[in-house]
């Protein structure tokens, strides 16, 4: 499949309402094999809400959902899953005292020998496989029967995404895989992410940071209070555009013109908020340096 070819996943004008709350409204976009797209937007912006409806949880109220060129209506995450769809959630379902390769194989263990209950569980073949299926991927992971809990952050989402990867995942959906990480076991999970891509996968990434996103997107997605400002590609969307989008800058300098304001509507209370105003210049001038510094890295 090329990467202009029919997307993989793509919806158009989905709209998605509980109760009186509008979490998207006529939002399209589009994922193609090869290419990682990620998902901007601040909390509330309607990411996890537009993620779920991509993996079977949530059903549009509007608008429609295709995979492979062809319209589909999951009832269940399990139908999203048979098409190739695999979610891997922040808060992973892993349990760690178990093996690196039980942790792989959870809910579809590899049995050999015999019938019904004597059946059992196929150790050695779960360790190879867990073992080579990680080493594909770019982590050498010397003993698959080490527990789960021992690996870094960073690592266990590396076994659900190799995990996903086995399981024929044509599409990789990532909520937030790099929030918790350090700098070192970020890039860890961005350089699977960049393998999966590799592999033909399409590849849905949520984060907040910026630097991540820029360093493996191809595309960007931007959502706002449910709605999408429009997909860019990495030409169309500058760095510095989108550091400043995603750090809240403008919320900031919108806010200390405002108070400002106040300051000068009401010259009583102009001491004390002429004080907080200066604050936040401060904490502006402060992220912006942050970020600035960010980019040269
Ligand atoms: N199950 C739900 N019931 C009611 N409101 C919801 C539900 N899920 C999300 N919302 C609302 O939809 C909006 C988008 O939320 P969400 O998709 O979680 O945003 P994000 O993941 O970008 O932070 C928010 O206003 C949120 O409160
Ligand atoms: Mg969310």
């Known amino acids: 499949m090329s990467q202009n070819g029919t997307p993989l996943i793509e919806v158009r004008n989905i709209s998605k309402f509980f109760g009186s709350v509008i ?12 290419e990682v797209m990620c998902l901007l937007g601040d909390n ?14 949530h059903r549009p109220d509007e608008g429609q959902y295709l995979v492979e060129g062809e319209q589909v209506h999951f009832n269940s995450p399990r139908d999203a899953l048979d098409r190739g769809i695999a979610t891997v959630y922040q808060d992973l379902a892993m349990i760690p005292l178990m093996s690196i390769s039980r942790n792989f194989f959870l809910g579809s263990e590899p049995t050999r020998g015999g019938w019904g209950p004597f059946k059992r569980y196929d150790v050695k073949f779960s360790d190879r496989v867990a073992r080579e299926e990680m080493l594909k991927m770019g982590i050498d992971v010397r003993d698959p029967a080490q527990p789960v809990g021992t690996l870094s952050g960073g690592e266990r989402q590396c076994v659900a995404i190799a995990r996903a990867v086995y399981f024929g995942a044509k599409v990789l959906i990532l909520d937030e895989p790099t929030a918790a990480l350090g700098v ?19 590849v849905i990434l949520i984060t907040h940071n910026p630097h991540h996103a820029y360093a493996v997107g191809d595309r960007f997605t931007i959502l706002k209070r449910g709605r999408t400002f429009g997909t860019f590609t990495k030409a169309e969307l ?3 555009e989108m550091v400043r989008m995603m750090s809240g800058a403008d919320e ?21 908020l002429g004080e ?22």
């Open 23 to 34: 979490a998207l409204s006529d939002v399209s976009m589009a994922v193609r094999a090869g």
């Open 44 to 57: 509330g912006a309607g990411k996890s809400t537009l993620i779920k409806t991509l993996s079977g949880v």
């Open 184 to 202: 070192k076991q970020a890039g860890v999970v961005l350089r699977y992410v960049a393998q999966a891509r590799a592999r033909n996968l399409g």
């Open 238 to 240: 500058a760095r510095e």
């Open 252 to 272: 900031l300098d919108a806010l200390s013109h405002e108070l400002a304001e106040f300051a000068r509507a009401d010259s009583g209370a102009g001491e004390e």
């Open 276 to 297: 907080a105003e200066r604050h936040l210049a401060q904490a502006l001038e402060e992220s912006e340096e942050v970020f600035s510094h960010g980019l040269e890295e």
